[in-house]
């Protein structure tokens, strides 16, 4: 169960929406805000401690925090820290520092202190973070758990963690199990070498498909849920993405590492792809 979810703030709009999301999809949890002051560049270009500045910082951050928390009703289960220091170390220091269980943050912040870039903040908490992370793409609707929800699917133990975070965190939300393959690219290979592979991995695909897919079902099963299946060929990244986008789905949970072989979904190129690319927020899961 889910009981404190950080959401690393800077006050740009996809740090709001990031806690937008974290409020409605989790309405008995404490929320723990967190703003990391990152260290001063003087015109040197030296960086380093400046009592004054940081002062006055963390004065602004503070108003800042406590006019956000304002916002919402329930305030009393929304706490804040404040820290300074790399925006990375922190962010995964104060998830074991309290005790955090889930990581919701923006796609990207603005420039400044305590910026999340996505490609290097965002994406770095998504690899490292020991807990899941959701990388917030827009806004919420106002419903506290997203409608349809797409979980790529190539029958690893990783991708069954994933399926089975999806059913635990959601209960009414439609989900789709999706297998994407594609033949395995080889440089030296000639045309009809090309041709010889397609036709043979075409004619194994079916029943390959069919009893990865069949796993997914196992697994909603041992939930006492049903999941919609699917797969389309591609290259994995692109297949995912472009299916959230033609099949209205609102988020994307994914292994942070799948097993060796075709479509596998490994950290640092499907996933963090899919993360950086995807017009839907996305869920990392360990």
């Known amino acids: ?145 997203p409608d349809r929800v797409l979980v790529p699917f190539e029958g690893s133990e990783t991708s069954e963690h994933a399926l089975s975070f999806a059913f635990e965190q959601y209960d009414e939300t439609t989900t789709t199990a999706l297998y994407v393959a594609y033949p395995a690219d080889d440089e030296e290979s000639d045309l009809q070498d090309v041709f010889d592979t397609l036709e043979n991995w075409e004619t194994e695909r079916t029943d390959h498909v069919e009893s990865i897919l069949s796993t997914a079902t196992e697994v909603a099963k041992e939930h006492d849920r049903t999941v919609e299946t699917d797969s389309v060929d591609g290259t994995p990244a692109r297949a995912v993405v472009e299916y959230a986008e033609d099949h209205d789905i609102d988020r994307i949970i994914l292994g942070s590492t799948g097993r060796d072989g075709l479509t596998r979904l490994l950290l640092g190129s499907v996933a963090e792809t899919v993360v950086r690319r995807s017009p839907v927020s996305v869920t990392v899961v360990k």
């Open 1 to 145: 169960m889910t009981t404190r979810v950080l959401v690393p703030f800077d006050n740009s709009d996809q740090a709001e929406y990031a806690l937008e999301h974290a409020v409605a999809e989790f309405e008995s949890a404490t929320i723990v805000l967190e703003h990391v002051i990152e260290p001063f560049t003087d015109y040197t270009g030296g960086a380093g401690y400046d009592t004054t500045r940081y002062k006055q910082q963390l004065e602004n951050t503070e108003e800042l925090i406590e006019t956000v928390r304002a916002e919402y009703d329930d305030s009393d289960r929304i706490e804040s820290v404040v820290h300074y220091g790399r925006p990375v170390h922190r962010i995964l220091q104060t998830i074991d520092e309290e005790d955090i269980d889930q990581v919701f943050i923006g796609s990207h912040g603005r420039d400044g202190a305590a910026r999340l870039l996505l490609g290097s903040v965002a994406e770095t908490v998504a690899r490292r973070s020991p807990v899941p992370v959701t990388v917030v793409r827009q806004p919420t609707d106002n419903h506290e758990h």
